[in-house]
């Protein structure tokens, strides 16, 4: 027996090693940043190296062409996985910017720049890994980072218990999707997911692809794995809040949907679309409901972001069962509230009196005061309640047509209905926005030049996928 | 049937169905920490175990990096513990309920 035979992950290969460069570029970058945080200027010195890093590792990704497979096939960089990848890499630069702004005023240590590198480098593996344990060992990279970075408000007795409830129920979700995979590993013979969907049914399949599945849905908070959500944002610094909301939950879907769609098309496939329909019509119907009486608007955001999860859990339902050009709807989606949700943080962190949750009063006729900052608040809140000429329509259209393509009408319906009431909670804060008179002794919006950049970026996108959406729609569906 | 190759399978259930049970019954947060370990270590155990009995060399591999993992893991856990315990002067759960899901 020779060793290829019983462990077949091989060296790396020249064409493999060029794959590798931009998983290096984020290690040894992030650790350059982390090392000269402590420094004298150490702000602004590992800011740069953070940025730095993600320019030249996206450039790494653009210059790969064509499918390259290292470690035996274990991360396959293609060119969808390139996409998702520079997404994610410019979620984290937006992310730099917005932190930026806020160093002072939140009391975070430079070290965050290096830990957000740090996680878009467990991101970056997450999404172009078939492989069971190498997907565990992203989400870990990727989650060790944002446990520290919720955590980071040291002197925030908010912070430090968001920080401990979010690592302790991590730490749950990860273990039981560890168990899951060995599991699947002992019923089947393999980590790899598309032989793992082959192989014949067996109880124990069964029950591995329902804890894999069960941790994976905490970790994009799906109802009833939600209850951390609410707290950890309201706990964490509002550019961390917005780089989980984007981040976290791109990275986390595209490898729910991976799961997913291994799952869907197995003989274990009437148990997975059963979980996966049961939580994506709670998630739709509590994240709703919730967010409805909420006072803070991080919790409101918590809960809608909640919501948004049962919206994209259709898409992945729908990706999994075959649906048109699978996986695009999902993606764009995933890109579009991206967009939006950054956009929406940027401007409360603008908008925020203190450092504590963003009461609704705050925003008080600041859309009248401050036109830029009330524009750009209105425009990704319609973003993501998905009202027409916004990128967030076109999500929502994608997602819920692939829905019905699917044959998953009620759960369409479910969605339609619960978007209409999330209706209710956007435009109460537009109304706040505009139509409430400023409080009298009211601390003045600070616009800080990286949100303002964040913004202005994020408004753009908005409005112009919203409008003419053809271009990206048909680059996704090609990939 | 029941047979002896699957004595270690139902062990590793035994103890992850334990270390499930510590984090979501006890208050102690050190004592939550230590039921994720016994959980990973449960999923350690099974793939041990499924190597073997398959013939593979993977799944025992792996399991080096899982332990890598947990090590991570519990430095960061302990130093936010640490963060908990300088904040509220406990490291007990029903002393740190600020937030309420």
Redesign the interface.
Known sequence: MNLTE????VPFTDAGFQGLLPFMALGIGGTLALILAPMKNGALLSRLFALITLIVSAICIIQLDGTKEMIGGVLIMSTKTSALMLALHMVGVFAIFLLSGEEKKEALLPESNALIVYSICGMSLLVSSHHL?FQ??AI?IMS?AI??LV?MR?????S??????Y??LG??A???F??G???L??ST?F?TLPEIAVAPASFLKTAGFCLVLGGLLFKVGAVPFH??V??VY??ASLPVTGFMAAAVKFAAFCVLANVAAAGLNASTSEAVTWILTIAAALTMAWGNFAALTQRGLKRLLAYSSIAHTGYLLVGVIAAGEGALSAGAPVALYLLFYAFATLGAFACLQALAPGSEDVPMDALAGRGLTHPFLGLGLTVFLFGMAGIPMTAGFIGKYLVFGAGVHTGHVPLVVLGVLTSVAAMYYYLRIVVTLYMKPVEANAPKPVLHWGAAVVTVLCLMTTLYYGVAPARIIAFFETL | MLTVTHLPQVLALFLFVVGMLIVLLRRNTIVLLMGIELMLNAANLSLVAFARSQGQLDGQIMVFFVITIAAAESAVGLSILVNLYRNFGAVTTDRAQTLQG
């Open positions: 019983i462990f077949p992950y344990l565990f060992i870990e060790l446990y520290v955590a040291r002197t925030h007795r908010t430090a218990e968001a920080g401990m409830k690592f302790v730490g749950l990860s273990a039981t560890l168990y995979s060995a599991l590993y002992g013979g980590f209850a951390w609410p707290d309201e706990g």
